[in-house]
């Protein structure tokens, strides 16, 4: 595992996926970002403003629950783009006549100022990364002190069923590898959090037919493996992939869940410091600014 990127990993693929645009978030994004809402009742602190990371793909259902959750709190909406911000937008933004438009809590479509936020929501978006710990690094800047990060993401037992008839077939693997979630707990110190939760459980879904198997995989992603299939399958593949899939109709999906606060910065230390008076006014600020999430 690279602290860097996953090694399996496409930057190219997955910018594209990153910019592709959607009319509604999956089922199982949606699914996930409910069972991960109930979690934060385990979270004493109310975010005075919180950021939601990718909300068009990771969970549009999921931004009313948080919504409900923190009436009196700004919310930051933080897309791939500007296109997918104004998609966003349309999709999330009060009409102006009604009353919640004038009434509720501001909601900006832009990315919150470094130390902004409490809380930070990123559900299902973290697995489709070139360049995790960069993504970290990002969502560590955009939270304040004490403040807190939340998210889902798929965990190495994804897709165990698919994998598994892709390799008997002889063909490339079906997706890129995902992540062990000891890992993404490595990852959160390395960029700055501390004392990182993580939780999976495993979730199966049912389909009644090939076809709409395959619907619902193309809404959760893409394959994003370096070492995919480079060309284009044709009608005789595809047949042969729904005759191999007749059998059992069902997928495996590892879900990890996981959050950590930002701890107060350490004032540099060598054998001889200096601090100044503002600096250490600074320091002292942060660490009575925020209760520590429970």
Not at 50 to 77: D, F, M, N
Not at 219 to 239: I, K, P, Q, V, Y
Not at 246 to 270: C, N, W
Request: proline share 8%; with cysteine.
């Amino acid at each position: 595992m690279s602290h860097q990127r996953p090694p399996s990993i496409s930057p190219e693929a997955a910018q594209r996926w990153q910019s592709l645009p959607v009319t509604q978030s999956p089922w199982l994004h949606e699914e996930v970002a409910r069972r991960m809402e109930e979690r934060l009742a385990w979270i004493k602190l109310q975010p005075s403003a919180w950021a939601h990371w990718s909300p068009l793909k990771g969970g549009l259902q999921a931004h009313e629950l948080l919504t409900r959750r923190y009436p009196a709190a700004a919310c930051h909406v933080v897309e791939a783009d500007e296109i997918q911000a104004k998609s966003a937008r349309k999709m999330l933004e009060k009409p102006w006549w009604a009353p919640a438009r004038w009434t509720g809590a501001a909601m900006e479509f832009s990315p919150p100022a470094d130390g902004a936020v409490q809380m930070l929501w990123a559900n299902m978006s973290l697995h489709m990364s070139a360049d995790p710990l960069s993504l970290m690094a990002q969502w560590h800047r955009a939270v304040a002190v004490d403040g807190f990060v939340m998210f889902s993401c798929l965990g190495p037992d994804t897709l165990r069923e698919l994998r598994a008839l892709y390799l008997a077939m002889g063909w490339p693997a079906p997706t890129h590898d995902f992540t062990d979630m000891h890992d993404w707990g490595d990852m959160l110190v390395a960029a700055g959090f501390a004392e990182p939760v993580m939780d999976m459980e495993r979730i199966t879904l049912s389909f009644d037919s090939p076809e709409r198997l395959l619907q619902e995989l193309r809404g959760l992603g893409r394959n994003l493996n370096a070492d995919r299939f480079s060309g284009l399958r044709g009608r005789a593949w595809h047949a042969q992939l729904l005759k191999a899939m007749d059998s059992p109709l069902q997928l495996t999906f590892e879900v990890i869940y996981g959050h950590a606060f930002k701890p107060t910065p350490r004032l540099p230390m060598q054998a001889q410091t200096e601090v100044s008076l503002a600096q250490m006014r600074e320091t002292l600020h942060q660490r009575k600014s925020y209760p520590r999430p429970a």
